[in-house]
């Protein structure tokens, strides 16, 4: 038995899945770290912990760190590989958006192929990143920023631009407006800039995966957004890494 392995090193967390056959037997999520070598051999590591040693793995790697992985067969994509996790968790036709550390991607699936997508990767506004660096500058956690943006008041916050937002938010602070209100208006401001982002496809469904996938708040306001409802699951953040274990042939794999 050869196990398919996915390998998904982003900017700010790693995430690994283990297929046996087309059944999910495993996932792995951790912080990258200063260094996606030093994450690759953490997960080498963590497979053989695990129970799965590397002779008995096909493993594909993607992500940011997709290249610093060198026992991978291949590396793909995170395009292609968020496509074909979606399409493996929710279905083959849709429209994605993969809120990431360091970029945002919205992917339209047509037959679980990717049929167009775009992506932000210029600013980290509107990615997991801002809401890191927001919630840290407010003193708060990410889950409590989430708690608090619930009983907020509409704030505007309106740069483009995380420094600038940044600024606001001190500014905010200095005025003495409510942390409630300041979170509301951190968490409508990552929805409200993926909304360009994402492909308008009549009838379609939606999807987020990511690290944001159990932001429920996030979801809420995100679909607000886009005039529709966005569907996820916790599984979700282990999309990418699912979609790179899928491009591994399952005959190869027995």
Same mark, same amino acid.
């Given at each position: ?6 390998? =998904? ?10 297929? %046996? ?11 990258? +770290?200063?260094?996606? *070598? %030093? !994450?690759?051999?953490?997960?080498? !590591?963590?497979?053989?912990? /695990? ?7 096909? *493993?594909? /790697?993607? +992500?940011?760190?997709? *290249? ?6 291949? !590396? ?16 083959? %036709? ?11 991607? /919205? ?13 932000? =990767? ?16 407010? +003193? ?23 420094? &600038? ?37 009549? #009838? ?11 932001? %429920? ?9 886009? =005039? ?9 953040? &282990?999309? #990418? ?6 491009? *591994?042939?399952? /005959?190869?794999?027995?």
């Amino acid at each position: 038995m050869t196990y398919r392995v996915g390998v =998904d090193i982003g900017s700010t967390a790693a995430k690994v899945v283990v297929l %046996d056959g087309d059944e999910l037997v495993f996932t792995l999520l951790e912080p990258t +770290g200063y260094s996606s *070598v %030093d !994450a690759a051999e953490r997960i080498e !590591a963590a497979l053989v912990q /695990a129970g799965f040693p590397l002779e008995e793995c096909d *493993v594909v /790697a993607t +992500g940011y760190g997709r *290249v610093s992985v060198p026992y991978a067969r291949k !590396a793909v994509t995170e395009i292609t590989c968020h496509g074909r996790g979606a399409a493996f968790l929710f279905g083959p %036709d849709g429209v994605v958006v993969d809120i990431g550390g360091q970029d945002t991607k /919205a992917i339209v699936l047509e037959r679980g192929r990717v049929a167009k997508f775009n992506m932000n =990767d210029k600013c980290s506004a509107g990615t997991g990143k801002f809401l890191e660096i927001m919630a840290n500058r407010m +003193g708060v956690t990410q889950v409590q920023l989430e708690q608090l943006a619930r009983r907020g008041h509409p704030t505007q916050i309106s740069s483009m631009c995380t420094v &600038f937002a940044e600024s606001e938010v001190i500014s905010l602070i200095g005025a003495g407006t409510p942390r409630e209100d300041i979170a509301w208006g951190v968490i409508e401001s990552v929805a409200a800039k993926v909304r360009p982002l994402v492909p308008s496809v009549a #009838g379609a469904r939606h999807f987020l995966t990511g690290g944001l996938c159990e932001n %429920d708040y996030l979801v809420e306001r995100l679909s607000a957004q886009l =005039d529709a409802k966005v569907e996820t699951c916790p599984q979700a953040r &282990f999309a #990418g890494a699912i979609g790179a274990a899928l491009s *591994v042939p399952l /005959a190869s794999a027995e």
